[in-house]
């Protein structure tokens, strides 16, 4: 039986979602408060969380951000009252693996956390069957060193600040190096899916990359727009674009 962490301050959405997960064969715990939802996040193993973001004590974006940066990649579906593309991009860039705005309807929500789980599994016997692409904890990739143990990059010695999904996207890019990737192709192998209309979260994700490996993110050396077809890692010499 799968374990759900639902958390939500509001007693109706907490009572509908707990009735309806458990009709639909879940385990279900809740929480009220950030605090107490990063706590039983990290410690209760559950299989899935729904995160409301307007939480008392602790919003759900820092929690997701924390259980990101704490690498506990349990699936997260963010639901809240905010609906604009700004607010789904920011969630899904922060880490999130789904985004229902409110009001939504049980079967939905059921719906999705089937959804997601499904991908999270594929995800996880993939890696698993998929023998690594190093023999090395670090590999190296012109001035880039990643250590894939550390979660860390650094450039000519000195450590880049990378969010969690930075890491990742950077990760990938350095494992298709000099290959045209589209934004599709980014969306499935970065956040795991390829949900339409989220290729603006590539954009800014990329930009947020530059900013921190290039020397001049408005003139890329190493991270370039392919126009038309989306994006090309290399460290070589060819001049970009």
């Known amino acids: 039986m799968k374990k759900v962490l639902v958390v939500d301050d509001e007693p109706a959405i907490v009572t509908l979602l707990e009735y309806n997960l458990k009709q639909a064969n879940f385990e279900v715990e809740s929480a009220t ?13 559950f299989d899935i969380v729904l995160l409301d ?17 704490d690498r506990n990649d349990t699936p997260v579906i963010l639901l809240t009252a905010k609906d604009t593309e700004f607010d789904k991009v920011f969630g899904l860039e922060m880490g999130a693996d ?6 939504f309807s049980p079967r ?21 069957s998929s023998p690594s692409k190093t023999s090395s904890d670090v590999e190296v ?3 880039f060193t990643i250590d894939h143990k550390k979660y860390r990059v650094s450039a000519d010695q000195k450590n880049l600040k990378l969010t969690p999904k930075e890491f990742e996207l950077m990760q990938y890019l350095v494992s298709h ?34 900013e921190k490996i290039e020397p001049d993110s408005k003139s890329p050396k190493y991270l370039k727009t392919i126009r038309g077809f989306g994006y090309e890692f290399s460290t070589g010499d060819d001049d970009a674009e």
């Not at 408060?33 to 193993?45: H, I, K, Q, T």
């Not at 973001?53 to 940066?69: A, Y």
């Open 108 to 128: 939905e929500v059921i719906a999705r956390i089937n959804a997601v789980l499904r991908r999270y599994e594929k995800n996880v016997s993939s890696k698993e």
């Open 33 to 45: 408060n950030g605090v107490d939802a990063l706590s039983m996040a990290e410690n209760g193993m």
């Open 53 to 69: 973001l307007m939480l008392p004590e602790m919003s759900g974006e820092q929690v997701l951000k924390q259980l990101r940066m």
């Open 141 to 143: 990739a012109g001035p």
């Open 177 to 210: 190096e000099n290959q045209v990737l589209s934004r599709d192709q980014l969306l499935q192998g970065v956040w795991g899916f390829d949900y339409s209309g989220q290729s603006r979260m590539v954009d800014i994700q990329i930009a947020h990359l530059r």
């Open 98 to 103: 789904d985004y229902i705005p409110k009001p």
